[in-house]
């Protein structure tokens, strides 16, 4: 390989697993390495998800030594890395950095915080803070506008103030507290600089200017009982930009670079440009977004306005761009610069997709009998079910797939809403079901399942587009691109294109490369470290086209799934969406009914 030639590391640090590829200039995935990452759950309680971030750091250090030796790439050529991570909370101490464990219960005994792996990650599904949750929007503050005005217990703020509620408050007030991927950068560079990603979209941060904000707002965290963080100057959540803290866009240069520490863990050089992070779905915007559809020449940063950038995986993200902020009910948003300076992002979201997917197999009674006979046949068992799908519509004689679960309504929400309803405690329903226990009823309550997600993704992008944005297209990315009947079903549900990617598992890790690369030359053109808010603030907006130049450079063009139902299953497809609307209308109904009867 040419001397001359740069390379980038993206590292992606999803629910199951942390991730590394190197990538050139170009954009090409040059090598990649991914390890297992561990989520602890309790069996006593099923709101329970951990990790550790030290089992993270050491899998990303692996990976990262992995692609290097792979592709024997000096070292001295990788000009940046870049991280992204899910929107998990981390739990240090303010003094060292060290880990401090999250576990339910584990503060009476120094046992948690000797282990070698401290579960000190609160998982981005842990529902833990349900009750912290519902006091934060029992407020009804102003501030909860920017959240679709109700704050989900997946994010960080209530998850904090359920370790107040239950750790020690000498521990609780000597922890500082990360969103997972500005815990990436700090463990990296040692710099404690914060993402306006993580900080705007996840923990209640607004920027500056926004609805009157001056950043954290004094008087919400002391209604909502976190009163310590105003009291420190949010020192425990980094800081007041411009005074104790420094808050920057996607890319920009954090510190000095990797540190010497750092550096020798993951293969690198000291001092290797660290891009500032963003959480995972928005590494997979940054890695798609900027793609040319079939037939189109070139990509403008005005495009991706109409472009919702899809990121489905074990849950599902859906996020698009826009140049005003656009307030959509029970939708996450606008987040001011939380990709790029001055733009917005609203995020909505299913909080569980391709895990819902998993859990209609594995709880089904031929999910044994589907396993092993796609063993059999050396195949997935995915492969296997929609094999059956099509053979079940030419044996019965059908017109179409969707005919096959005419008469099944399945609801996804089994692990509460996300969005648009920002309800956490709707639940799944099944209309339909028989005495069945073949592998054939099995693939009906799997295309159902299917269908359910599409349904609910057109729900998501019908509710942004009556508060304002103009989506024409749904660009995928994540593990579910894989499920090519899935795609088209919501190519189809949707009636709008589906743009698949170059590599259906490259998208987030490449989109993570991307933001090492702005890193990098954002860092030679300064010729200096960032740090005071001014100079981040003027680095941002100056780096805001070389951002989009990058992301054109390095995103290969996918393929184009177009909706191709016939009339008559468009019709179908329609009834079938009223019909899901009207199950959320009814569990709700339902719900007060029994909360009335029992006096709730």
């Not at 495009?303 to 307030?327: K, P």
């Not at 709008?496 to 030679?524: H, I, K, N, R, T």
Request: glycine share 8%.
């Amino acid at each position: 390989m040419a001397a001359s030639t740069s390379y980038y590391i993206g590292v992606d640090v999803g629910t199951g697993s942390a991730r590394a590829a190197l990538v050139s200039a170009e954009g090409d995935i040059v090598a990649e390495s991914t390890y297992n990452t561990t989520t602890w759950r309790d069996d006593r309680d099923k709101d329970i998800f951990e990790q550790s971030s030290t089992q993270i750091w050491n899998c990303i250090s692996s990976a990262c030594k992995d692609v290097l030796r792979d592709s024997k790439v000096d070292p001295a050529h990788v000009r940046g890395i870049g991280f992204d991570a899910t929107c998990s909370l981390v739990a240090a101490k303010l003094d060292s950095g060290e880990p401090v464990p999250v576990t339910p219960g584990s503060w009476s005994s120094e046992q948690a915080a000797k282990e070698a792996e401290v579960r000190d990650i609160i998982l981005w599904a842990d529902h833990r803070a349900s009750k912290e949750a519902k006091l934060i929007n029992s407020t009804q503050s102003p501030w909860l506008k920017c959240v679709g005005n109700t704050i989900s217990l997946e994010m960080e703020i209530p998850k904090m103030l359920w370790l107040k509620n239950h750790m020690p408050p000498s521990l609780f007030t000597s922890c500082m507290f990360f969103d997972l991927p500005d815990w990436l950068t700090y463990r990296a560079t040692g710099d404690l600089a914060r993402s306006n990603c993580s900080l705007g979209c996840k923990c209640s941060y607004v920027p500056p200017g926004v609805e009157g904000s001056e950043g954290w707002n004094r008087e919400f965290f002391q209604q909502i009982g976190l009163e310590e963080f105003v009291k420190n100057d949010f020192v425990q959540v980094g800081g007041l930009p411009g005074k104790n803290g420094l808050i920057l866009t996607a890319g920009q240069p954090v510190g000095r670079g990797l540190s010497k520490k750092a550096a020798e863990e993951l293969g690198l050089k000291e001092g290797t440009a660290v891009g500032s992070a963003v959480i995972d779905a928005y590494a997979g915007w940054i890695g798609t977004v900027a793609a040319p559809m079939e037939g189109q020449q070139t990509t403008t940063l005005d495009d991706a306005a109409h472009r919702l950038a899809a990121i489905a995986g074990t849950s599902t993200c859906h996020i698009v761009q826009s140049e005003e902020a656009v307030f959509v009910k029970g939708v996450w948003g606008p987040y001011k610069h939380a990709v790029f300076p001055g733009y917005w992002m609203n995020e909505g979201g299913q909080s569980s997709t391709g895990q819902l997917l998993d859990f209609m197999i594995d709880t089904h009674p031929a999910s044994d009998k589907l396993k092993q006979l796609a063993k059999e046949k050396d195949t997935n068992h995915f492969s296997l079910l929609t094999e059956i799908l099509e053979q079940m519509v030419k044996e019965k004689g059908v017109p179409f797939m969707s005919y096959l679960t005419r008469d099944m309504y399945l609801y996804p929400d089994l692990h509460g809403n996300r969005s648009p309803l920002a309800d956490v405690d709707m639940r799944g329903m099944l209309i339909g079901m028989q005495l069945d226990k073949t592998i054939g009823d099995l693939a009906l309550r799997y295309y159902a399942t299917g269908e359910a997600i599409a349904l609910q993704t057109k729900h998501i992008i019908d509710e942004m587009n009556k508060s304002g944005h103009k989506v024409e297209s749904i660009f995928m990315s994540g593990g579910l691109v894989k499920n090519r009947f899935l795609m088209t079903l919501i190519a189809d549900i949707c009636n709008m294109p589906v743009q698949l990617p170059y590599s259906s598992s490259a998208s987030v890790v490449l989109g993570s490369a991307m933001l090492g690369a702005a890193a990098a030359e954002e860092a030679d053109r300064l010729g200096k470290t960032l740090d005071s808010q001014a100079e981040a603030e003027k680095s941002s907006y100056g780096m805001k086209d070389r951002l989009w130049d990058i992301m054109i450079r390095m995103t290969r063009p996918g393929s184009t799934i177009a909706p191709q139902a016939s009339d008559k299953e468009l019709k179908l497809l329609q009834a079938k969406y009223s019909i899901f609307l009207e199950c959320v209308t009814l569990q709700r109904k339902w719900r007060k009914e029994v909360r009335d009867a029992l006096g709730e």
